[in-house]
């Protein structure tokens, strides 16, 4: 019996990847600019930055996303305004004509979109050696321990991504053709996008009581869900549970304080409800792989100038 093989399509193909950095910067920071012949991606994972885009400024928040096209001079500032920004920044080769739908793009991400996202950090970090925060390194060392075929799952995040958010606008483009003609959305849409409200409504409360403890029978009884079903809810658009994402939340928190030089680690840790500066500095080292003294210092080198090494 003979079977035909058909050769998969692939619309988008990621090419070559130019360089992966993970930016933590203080207030202050600018980066004069520059411009290639490739794609780079910035997405805002806290905080906010000013990016300038040929004769275009924009403020990005947390949470958004833009894509500067290939010749494009672009740079980024962060005011003294601005909330120290926690930045992905993806430089890569795509050859691909629908590319062409995300010059000029700033959108922001929905939460399937953040976890790929998640995922193609986590597997950058894997893949490659640090630095990920220098500005003028663009050379890729490959981490001759990383796991295995990490590379591929990362260039497959990444194309999965890019898949999703050309989806997304025909999407939005076809709801907005339904609402014009009085059409509903299918249920299976609304009951994703309500999940989406209610995930999002439990971070901000989580954003709310970071200086206070938090308990998941507290967040059940915030949203009215049993334990089940918000576990299930929550780990479905965050790939992670409640409470250890409340635990993310508090030391990306500290990192920030840390970062605006505005109060010392004993006053960090009061703020952010720990007990004491120790069990502070225990869960800051176990989550970042430094104590925040040595965050600190790494924090202040991005942006030069002398140690402001913070007082205990």
């Known amino acids: 019996m003979d079977f035909n093989r058909l050769t998969l399509q692939e619309v988008i193909t990621v090419n070559k990847l130019i360089s992966f950095h993970y930016f933590e910067y203080t207030r202050g920071y600018v980066f004069e600019g520059e411009q290639h012949d490739f794609w780079e991606m910035l997405y805002v994972d806290k905080g906010a930055v000013e990016v300038r885009a040929d ?18 001079f672009h740079t980024v500032r962060v005011g003294d305004g601005h909330k120290p920004p926690n930045l992905i920044v993806l430089a890569f080769e795509c050859r691909s004509a629908y590319m062409d739908r995300f010059a000029n793009l700033l959108l922001p991400l929905g939460t399937p979109e953040r976890n790929l996202l998640s995922l193609l950090l986590q597997e950058g970090f894997h893949s490659f050696l640090p630095p990920y925060d220098n500005p003028s390194v663009h050379e890729l060392i490959r981490n001759p321990d990383a796991p295995f075929a990490s590379e591929q799952a990362m260039k497959g995040y990444l194309e999965a991504l890019l898949i999703r958010l050309v989806r997304g606008m025909d999407a939005e483009r076809s709801a907005e053709q339904s609402r014009a003609a009085g059409v509903r959305r299918p249920s299976s849409i609304q009951t994703e996008k309500a999940e989406q409200r209610i995930v999002g409504g439990i971070i901000d409360f989580m954003k709310s009581k970071l200086s206070e403890p938090l308990t998941l029978e507290q967040l059940c009884k915030e949203t009215h869900l049993g334990k089940s079903r918000l576990k299930e809810i929550f780990h479905s658009q965050t790939g992670t549970g409640a409470i250890e994402y409340f635990k993310l939340l508090k030391i990306e928190e500290a990192k920030t304080l840390i970062r605006e030089h505005a109060l010392n680690y004993t006053e960090i840790a009061a703020a952010l409800g720990y007990g004491s500066i120790h069990y502070f500095s225990r869960d800051f080292k176990k989550s970042t792989g430094m104590s925040p003294s040595e965050y600190a210092r790494t924090a202040k080198a991005r942006v030069g100038g002398k140690d402001n090494h913070l007082p205990t």
Request: proline content about 6%; charged content about 30%; aromatic content about 12%.
């Open 55 to 72: 004769d275009r400024t924009y403020e990005l928040t947390q949470g958004m996303i833009i894509f500067h096209k290939p010749g494009e």
